[in-house]
């Protein structure tokens, strides 16, 4: 069967297979080979299967393939042989001074079914004197790219021919079908005021034809054609950058996620945990005022204590370094604690005591429908019946800084203290007001908050904070895929650990933790901290 006149541009021009060289005027047959390097690297087999569909389906598959070696042996011999046409360099829209969007990206967003492509440059082997391998192409002097770098810019001014460039092995349409939704393409393109039309429209249209079937190809054309109206194709590639500096910065987050064997030794729960038996009259220490309790005895008590801890100050009075409390400025011999409460507290420490009040739960394995590559956390606790329980759990996404969820938590225990000075949290009938849209939040259940961060965190999810064990702990749940800034930071170090509020000063000069802890802002400065360190190293 000959090909129709159409189809002739799917066939490799004869006098370049025989000769190296067309002299034919307005030849009608192909000269340009695709390289689909990408497409090689990313799926060899898929590559094979296309050849192998190409020599069946080409009227010259012998000729085809020896072409192809030919080329590809002079990319190997002589690469400066090679003149690279990006049509990138030169689709840039009129009046705006930022490059174009790769075909690429255009065609994604169409919705293109297919993710594999070949490259929107088209490469094309020059012929500059003397550099040219002895097997090269010594005529091709035949470019079925739109234009070169130096073409010519701004609308109808541009005059590269209109016709669909052939997708092999063959197209989701006819040539002829194809092109009259090229004209359809470039008349849009010109209504819109983009520059180069005509060659804009030949690579639109071959990356929507390239990543489309059959029944795709007219609702892609379609979008795109919407996009142009729009104005929205081909708008600046920053976001582009955006997204590669952001797989860059994943990778290095990656690399710094400590080994769960570590996190083991350094007081992690990592394995499974057999509860043990919450006993309701066990004796335990006060850990403000130190003074031994039974957690039975709900009568009010005075238990007095320091709520920070002393530090070594300088003083010039009787200029000596001395130790004093960080909320009183008491020296540290002061027997008498500052603050006065009415009940004293205590905190669960072992793995088997937390999952007596509740069971440890495994991150889940799969992704949630809101599943986060990374996430920083930040936990409020305050004092229960049952030791230490979460009352605030704050997660927010690595990638764009928002906070994904907020909520306060009933604990399961008689709230003894909200530890309002430290969580911030001051009621927990009141809930918490959205940022957003100013309403009103009320406290969740526990179960249910967990549920929420199961929707955002699976055990994929790289989890980033400042002693985050204890935030695992509250929320009771086994996690091996964490950035600690207190271990690690600024070298690591598991015994000597620096404050979230010192490594943010030093780090990021950032003050917080000023007055009240804000989880939000927490868990933000914890990320921020982790993102300077890879940044730079
Ligand atoms: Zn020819
Ligand atoms: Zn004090
Ligand atoms: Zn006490």
């Given at each position: 069967?000959?090909?129709s006149r159409g189809g002739?541009r799917e066939v490799p021009?004869?006098?370049?297979?025989?000769?190296n060289?067309c002299?034919?005027?307005?030849?009608?047959?192909?000269?340009?080979?695709?390289?689909d390097?990408?497409?090689?690297?990313?799926?060899?087999q898929?590559t094979?299967?296309?050849?192998a569909?190409?020599?069946?389906?080409?009227?010259h598959?012998?000729?085809?393939?020896?072409?192809?070696?030919?080329?590809?042996?002079?990319e190997?011999?002589?690469?400066?042989?090679?003149?690279?046409?990006?049509?990138?360099?030169?689709?840039?829209?009129t009046?705006?001074?930022s490059s174009?969007?790769?075909?690429?990206?255009s065609s994604?967003?169409t919705?293109?079914?297919?993710?594999?492509r070949p490259?929107?440059?088209?490469s094309?082997?020059?012929?500059?004197?003397?550099?040219?391998?002895?097997?090269?192409?010594?005529?091709?002097?035949?470019?079925?790219?739109?234009?070169?770098?130096?073409?010519?810019?701004?609308?109808?001014?541009?005059?590269?021919?209109?016709?669909?460039?052939?997708?092999?092995?063959?197209?989701?349409?006819?040539?002829?079908q194809?092109?009259?939704?090229?004209?359809?393409?470039q008349?849009?393109?010109?209504a819109?005021?983009y520059?180069?039309?005509?060659?804009?429209?030949?690579?639109?249209?071959?990356?929507v034809?390239?990543?489309?079937?059959k029944?795709t190809?007219p609702v892609?054309i379609?979008?795109l054609?919407?996009?142009?109206?729009?104005g929205?194709?081909?708008?600046?590639?920053?976001?582009?950058?955006?997204?590669?500096?952001?797989?860059l910065?994943r990778?290095?987050?990656?690399?710094v996620?400590?080994?769960?064997k570590m996190?083991?030794?350094?007081?992690?729960?990592?394995?499974?945990?057999?509860?043990?038996?919450?006993?309701p009259?066990?004796?335990?220490?006060?850990v403000?005022?130190?003074q031994?309790?039974?957690v039975?005895?709900?009568?009010e008590?005075?238990?007095r204590?320091?709520a920070?801890k002393?530090?070594?100050k300088?003083d010039?009075?009787?200029s000596?370094k001395?130790k004093?409390?960080?909320?009183?400025?008491?020296?540290?011999e002061q027997?008498?604690g500052?603050?006065?409460?009415h009940?004293?507290?205590?905190?669960?420490?072992?793995?088997?005591?937390?999952?007596?009040?509740?069971?440890?739960s495994?991150?889940?394995?799969?992704n949630?429908?809101?599943w986060?590559?990374?996430?920083?956390?930040d936990?409020?606790?305050?004092?229960?019946?049952?030791?230490?329980e979460?009352?605030?759990?704050?997660v927010?996404?690595?990638?764009?800084?928002?906070?994904?969820?907020?909520?306060?938590?009933h604990?399961?225990?008689?709230?003894?203290?909200l530890n309002s000075?430290?969580?911030?949290?001051?009621?927990?009938?009141d809930?918490i007001?959205?940022?957003?849209?100013?309403?009103i939040?009320p406290?969740?259940?526990?179960?249910e908050?967990?549920e929420?961060?199961?929707?955002?965190?699976?055990?994929?999810?790289?989890?980033?904070?400042?002693?985050l064990?204890?935030?695992l702990?509250?929320l009771?749940?086994?996690h091996?895929?964490?950035v600690?800034?207190?271990?690690?930071y600024?070298?690591?170090?598991p015994v000597?650990?620096?404050s979230?509020?010192?490594?943010?000063?030093?780090y990021?000069s950032r003050?917080?933790?000023?007055?009240?802890?804000?989880?939000?802002e927490?868990?933000?400065?914890?990320?921020?901290?982790?993102?300077?360190?890879?940044d730079?190293n």
């Open positions: 069967m000959f090909p002739l021009c004869p006098g370049l297979i025989s000769e060289k002299t034919v005027l307005n030849c009608l047959f192909l000269h340009e080979i695709r390289r390097r990408k497409r090689k690297l990313e799926h060899p898929e094979e299967r296309i050849k569909s190409q020599s069946s389906n080409a009227s598959p012998k000729s085809l393939g020896s072409r192809e070696t030919k080329l590809s042996k002079v190997k011999i002589a690469p400066s042989a090679q003149t690279t046409y990006n049509t990138k360099s030169s689709l840039a829209r009046g705006s001074t174009a969007r790769t075909g690429s990206a994604a967003r919705g293109s079914a297919s993710s594999a490259e929107s440059g088209v094309v082997a020059a012929n500059t004197s003397g550099s040219s391998g002895p097997s090269g192409p010594s005529g091709s002097s035949h470019k079925s790219v739109p234009t070169g770098p130096t073409g010519p810019s701004g609308p109808g001014m541009d005059a590269t021919k209109l016709a669909p460039t052939p997708v092999l092995p063959y197209g989701p349409a006819t040539l002829q194809r092109m009259s939704y090229l004209k359809v393409i008349k849009a393109l010109v819109a005021n520059g180069l039309p005509n060659a804009t429209a030949i690579q639109a249209e071959y990356d034809a390239s990543n489309s079937t029944v190809y892609n379609r979008k054609v919407a996009e142009i109206k729009t929205k194709y081909l708008l600046d590639d920053s976001d582009e950058k955006e997204a590669a500096k952001k797989r910065i990778e290095r987050l990656e690399k996620v400590l080994d769960p996190l083991k030794k350094w007081s992690y729960i990592v394995d499974p945990v057999v509860p043990g038996t919450f006993d009259h066990r004796i335990e220490n006060c403000r005022c130190g031994e309790f039974s039975a005895d709900t009568k008590v005075e238990c204590y320091h920070l002393p530090v070594f300088y010039y009075v009787e000596k001395i004093t409390y960080g909320c009183c400025s008491e020296p540290a027997s008498q500052c603050t006065l409460a009940h004293h507290v205590f905190k669960l420490n072992g793995a088997a005591d937390l999952a007596s009040v509740i069971p440890f495994p991150t889940p394995a799969s949630g429908p809101k986060l590559f990374a996430a920083g956390l936990c409020e606790m305050g004092f229960t019946s049952f030791g230490v979460l009352i605030r759990v704050t927010v996404d690595w990638d764009t800084r928002d906070t994904v969820l907020d909520t306060l938590v604990p399961y225990g008689k709230v003894i203290d000075r430290f969580s911030g949290v001051h009621s927990l009938s809930g007001k959205d940022p957003k849209d100013g309403t939040r406290a969740v259940t526990f179960n908050a967990r929420m961060l199961f929707q955002y965190v699976s055990a994929n999810t790289i989890l980033i904070g400042h002693g064990e204890n935030d702990n509250a009771r749940i086994i091996h895929r964490v600690d800034t207190a271990l690690m600024p070298k690591f170090n000597f650990r620096l979230l509020k010192t490594l943010a000063f030093r990021l003050v917080i933790q000023d007055g009240e802890h804000d989880s939000s927490d868990a933000i400065a914890a990320m921020d901290v982790v993102l300077k360190n890879i730079t």
